[in-house]
T-cell receptor
Framework: DTEVTQTPKHLVMGMTNKKSLKCEQHMGHRAMYWYKQKAKKPPELMFVYSYEKLSINESVPSRFSPECPNSSLLNLHLHALQPEDSALYLC??????????????FGPGTRLTVL | GESVGLHLPTLSVQEGDNSIINCAYSNSASDYFIWYKQESGKGPQFIIDIRSNMDKRQGQRVTVLLNKTVKHLSLQIAATQPGDSAVYFCAENQSFQKLVFGTGTRLLVSP
């Protein structure tokens, strides 16, 4: 299995809702990533988990809360989002070899709309 | 902060032509670079990568060139096909686990 899966594909939520995005990989990768991509812009890194521990938080607002229950799963919990948070949320994974090249494999993304 | 890439241009080519997509980077300490292809409604797909100790790498129909002197990266696609139409991003490995993407280039291939 060489793919990263993400659910749901599309999500519409109100500013008072709580929702979660899910990501899964079965490639044995030990690093997992969340990116945010606005229309016609490049992906921007949000969080990195390495061996199930948060290793990078790119100063993301606390209304986004990541969680890594195990090495195959990555969640992004959403609460009290703003309309400007509407974007494509991409998950990626990599082998996380210290000193090695870490090619990142991306999922198809979740298209989030905040009303 | 440091940035990768140029303004988002669009490159229009005819099927069968060779395409060249360019990217500038600013972090001289970056040691690894990747080109990704992103089709509409999909996540970025790996095309080819290159380490900083190389200046050229070839794949199937694609070649990446790295010029560290001027901090420039290019992607060459031979015999471009309509299926190559997408947005292409260069990405720079600025530190372990941290990829920074360029602004992207839209490639339009007409039959």
């Amino acid at each position: 299995d060489t793919e990263v899966t993400q659910t749901p594909k599309h999500l519409v939520m109100g500013m008072t809702n709580k929702k979660s995005l899910k990501c899964e990989q079965h490639m044995g990768h030990r690093a997992m990533y969340w990116y945010k991509q606005k229309a016609k812009k490049p992906p921007e890194l949000m969080f990195v988990y390495s061996y199930e521990k948060l290793s990078i938080n790119e100063s993301v607002p606390s209304r986004f809360s990541p969680e890594c229950p195990n090495s195959s799963l990555l969640n992004l919990h959403l609460h009290a989002l703003q309309p400007e948070d509407s974007a494509l949320y991409l998950c990626a994974s990599s082998q996380d070899l210290a000193g090695g090249i870490n090619e990142q494999f991306f999922g198809p993304g979740t298209r989030l709309t905040v009303l | 902060g440091e940035s990768v890439g140029l303004h988002l241009p669009t490159l229009s080519v005819q099927e069968g032509d060779n395409s060249i997509i360019n990217c500038a980077y600013s972090n001289s300490a970056s040691d690894y670079f990747i080109w990704y292809k992103q089709e509409s409604g999909k996540g970025p797909q790996f095309i080819i990568d290159i380490r900083s100790n190389m200046d050229k790498r070839q794949g199937q129909r694609v070649t990446v060139l790295l010029n560290k002197t001027v901090k420039h990266l290019s992607l060459q696609i031979a015999a471009t096909q309509p299926g190559d139409s997408a947005v292409y991003f260069c990405a720079e490995n600025q530190s372990f686990q941290k990829l920074v993407f360029g602004t992207g280039t839209r490639l339009l291939v007409s039959p």
